[in-house]
């Protein structure tokens, strides 16, 4: 990771990206139910407000590990709900 800026970036892409395949999704497929893209959708948000508190912590000892976390559970919560939209 080469900064908090691009880490920032980074969760903004991964999570935006995520949002605009469910939302293709839905323009795809007209007539089916749009409850569990809207779920992905508000899962989506909500896993953005979770990093961005999480990049916002004061009282961190070690920084390189914390955010070390961060990227990796963004990947985690990428690739989840990435499964859930082939699922659909």
Do not use: C
Request: net charge negative; proline share 1%; hydrophobic share 45%.
């Amino acid at each position: 990771m080469a900064n908090i800026r691009d880490l920032k970036k980074d969760i903004n892409y991964v999570l935006g990206e995520i949002i605009e395949m469910a939302l293709d999704w839905e323009k795809a497929n007209p007539d089916a139910d749009k409850k569990a893209t809207a779920a992905i959708i508000d899962e989506a948000i909500t896993a953005f407000d979770s990093f961005s508190v999480r990049i916002y912590e004061k009282k961190i000892e070690n920084k390189r590990a914390h955010y070390g976390a961060i990227v990796n559970d963004l990947e985690n919560k990428g690739n989840e709900l990435i499964a859930k939209l082939k699922a659909l």
